[in-house]
């Protein structure tokens, strides 16, 4: 009995990547998919609403953290100046009561939620033999609302991902075939530590990796624990591709929980970000579609 059951939760965890399985079970699945009538069409809200949302957060946990980024502002003193000022300006908060020199620096959950108006953090599930979900533990989260993103080293197409994939739940695939491996234990983990060290210039972290620790620098970066949807748990949040512009601070960069695995190549950072599709409030658990069919 025990062996039944060791098999029959591998096949619970496996049968999403199996494509007859998936063929045959797609017509009873209708309320756990998500459909697009074309890629194009695959954005809840705007690429210009999701760089302001991650804009707003990051700047906050950039002035949070100053008394830490003095190497950084002393190389950019425009830069420094700009933080400077916009300390003073920003209507008062808790978040810039203390002096600059960092009296007092405030959570990465405690920023979230005084620029956002939520905060969410990894939690046991409320469906039966999920393991770990992702939960609103504070605050409101309106429709619309960038609640999360989805951690990783990021695979174009034809690059080598094998044995990352062994045994991966964590392997996101993008409309474009682009692959983002969420996972913060064992290979994917080294993967992505190695690659976001070599892309590292000076004091300028070109990634976040505190992703893969417990108190991530970037509370958003959860993304890879949202559960899929069930009939009794409707989705309330979808994926949504977000290229990094080159015009993305590159002080910022820090907080992108994100890195390419081949660096030599040209082309934008993919990121991937939860957007919500209905209100969520306080204390509810966060919920995905893990298959978008474009027809």
Request: charged share 25%.
């Amino acid at each position: 009995a025990a062996m039944l059951g060791a098999l029959r939760r591998r096949w619970d965890a496996y049968k999403y990547r199996f494509v007859p399985w998936l063929a045959l079970n797609l017509r009873r699945k209708r309320r756990t998919l998500r459909y697009v009538p074309e890629s194009s069409q695959d954005k809840i809200i705007s690429d210009e609403d999701v760089f302001e949302t991650l804009l707003k957060l990051f700047k906050a946990l950039f002035i949070n953290d100053l008394s830490r980024q003095e190497h950084i502002l002393s190389l950019l003193p425009e830069v420094k100046c700009k933080y400077l000022g916009l300390l003073t300006e920003q209507k008062p908060s808790k978040l810039n009561l203390c002096d600059h020199q960092g009296q007092h620096v405030f959570s990465p959950e405690e920023v979230l939620f005084d620029v956002l108006g939520f905060s969410i953090t990894r939690d046991q599930s409320s469906l039966v033999s999920a393991g770990t979900g992702v939960f609103v533990t504070k605050g409101f989260v309106p429709k619309g609302t960038v609640v999360s993103m989805y951690p990783g080293t990021v695979y174009r197409k034809h690059e080598p991902i094998f044995f990352q994939s062994l045994g991966n739940p964590f392997i996101f695939r993008c409309i474009d075939g682009v692959l983002i491996d969420g996972n913060d234990k064992g290979l994917s983990r080294s993967v992505y530590r190695s690659c976001s060290r070599r892309d590292q210039l000076g004091p300028f972290q070109m990634s976040d990796e505190s992703w893969l620790t417990a108190a991530p620098q970037n509370p958003l970066a959860v993304g890879q624990y949202v559960n899929n949807c069930s009939h009794e748990k409707a989705a309330n949040v979808c994926y949504q591709e977000f290229d990094v512009p080159e015009y993305f601070p590159v002080e910022l960069k820090q907080y992108l929980p994100n890195i390419v695995y081949s660096h030599d190549i040209e082309s934008l950072l993919r990121c991937v970000v939860l957007v919500t599709l209905r209100d969520i409030k306080q204390g509810e658990e966060l919920f995905s579609n893990y298959y978008t069919v474009i027809n």
